[in-house]
């Protein structure tokens, strides 16, 4: 069969479906002929495509007949102009969009799509209210494919003015509210959206914001709730925050303050949230944090210090803070001294803090990264070893092992070995097994006598009788007891 006859033949199958009342063998026979008619052969035809049947077929709600539609649908709609599938099929759309079928929402979605990449058909789009509310209701979906098939389309909208007024200054910013109180899952999807509007310009920032809803993400990360914790929820905040560091943005009024709840937000526990290019290009956003580091508010200081250590916890986010110079050894100085005389949960913060800014592993321990620790290490206080022999000698077991992970931390940098060798009794304090009455503790030490001895310099150091005192201790194993002698036991008797 030629190729003008395929034409030829699908639209003689087409008026067969139209005609008759259960068309399923035209159906199928249509189906295949298409598969082989080229697309440019569908266009040349175009304007004799009558869809109105196989929409009404879609309504029937018969499965094998859904599928063909779709699939049928699929490769004539592609044939079509978007303006033109944007008039003439209104109603079939927004059908589509209620359908019961998923296939027949993300057909529907693909061609809504189609609509609002083409700058003379989205202005149809944009004045079919009906049409926008259902775009909107499909977020809420169960099905992933159609909700993010529509939130790509209110994205894509958003661009223009005429789009950003549609969905903020109408009913459909009250359809999204509403649609977010589905559940949480469809919440953030609402979220994701407006964090996408918003990082496409300081207008459909502003619009964003002004709608609540940037507010209301920023209230949840501060919040108490697990959810938050998700991986999704720290890309978009991330994402927010490149946005709202924006000069244009942090000019406005009021916006600095903002600033500390977004730092609340980043930070959660045992995740390094704040990416080194956001402190880079934002000095203010490190400002912040160091200002808060000052606040009378322990739970203001307490979350600056965990971003602080955050920050410092690889290489990058260690050479940004470096180069802010002084401002950092005054910082360092201040987080010293509350590990010594804040509350004790603020003190464990500051440990965990300094444990996370001295760590550095083997393979990144250069000549200026070394000589980089010791010189923080030196600015916690007069005489840091003996400060943190201290803490760890209180009758807490959360600051003993906060301590002792502070030793760890540096346990593998030869500049800080030779301080531990050379503070009287260090050694002795580390092998000892008899300071330690927890597991927590015991686990702590043992994490420290580890770090020790599996570094390459500690037998140099150290000296030989030390060194094969520390591989007693590991291969002893954490919790390990001396036995007692026979005698003293009879003795006891």
Known sequence: VGRGKMAAQALALLREVARLEAPLEELRALHSVLQAVPLNELREQAAE???????????????????????????LLQA?????????????LQRGLIHPDDSVKILTLSQIGRIVENSDAVTEILNNAELLKQIVYCIGGENLSVAKAAIKSLSRISLTQAGLEALFES?????????????????????????????????????????????????????????VRCSTCIEMVTSLAYIIMDEQYLAQEGVIDQISNIIAGFYLPGRNMIPQQICERYPIFVEKVFEMTESQDPTMTGVA??????????????????????????????????????????????????????????????????RMTESWFSALSRDP????????????????????????????????QKLMFNSPGFVEYVVDRSVEHDKASKDAKYELVKALANSKTIAEIFGNPNYLRLRTYLSEGPYYVKPVSTTAVEGAE
């Open 305 to 370: 210090v965990d971003t602080v250590g955050i920050l410092g916890s690889n290489v990058e986010g260690k050479q940004v803070l470096q180069k802010t110079g002084t401002r950092f050894e005054r910082l360092l100085m201040r987080i010293g001294h509350q590990s010594k005389n804040a509350p004790v949960e603020l003190k464990i913060r500051c440990l965990d803090a300094i444990s996370s800014l001295l760590y550095l592993p083997p393979e990144q321990q250069t000549d200026d990264l070394l």
């Open 49 to 75: 495509l009558r869809l109105g049947p196989l929409f009404s077929l879609l309504n029937e709600n018969h499965r094998e007949k859904t599928a063909l539609c779709v699939s049928i649908l699929e490769r």
């Open 80 to 92: 079509m102009e978007p303006v033109h599938v944007a008039r003439n099929l209104r109603v079939d």
């Open 171 to 227: 009913n459909l910013l009250d359809d999204l509210k509403s649609v977010m109180k589905t559940n949480d899952i469809v919440r953030y999807r609402v979220y994701e959206l407006i964090v996408e509007i918003s990082s496409v310009s300081p207008e459909s920032l502003n619009y964003c914001t002004t709608s609540g809803l940037v507010t209301q993400l920023l209230r949840e990360l501060t919040g108490e709730d697990v959810l």
């Open 385 to 416: 070893l003996e400060l943190f022999r201290g803490i760890s000698s209180q009758p807490f077991p959360e600051l003993h092992c906060a301590a002792l992970k502070v030793f760890t931390a540096i346990a593998n940098q030869p500049w800080a």
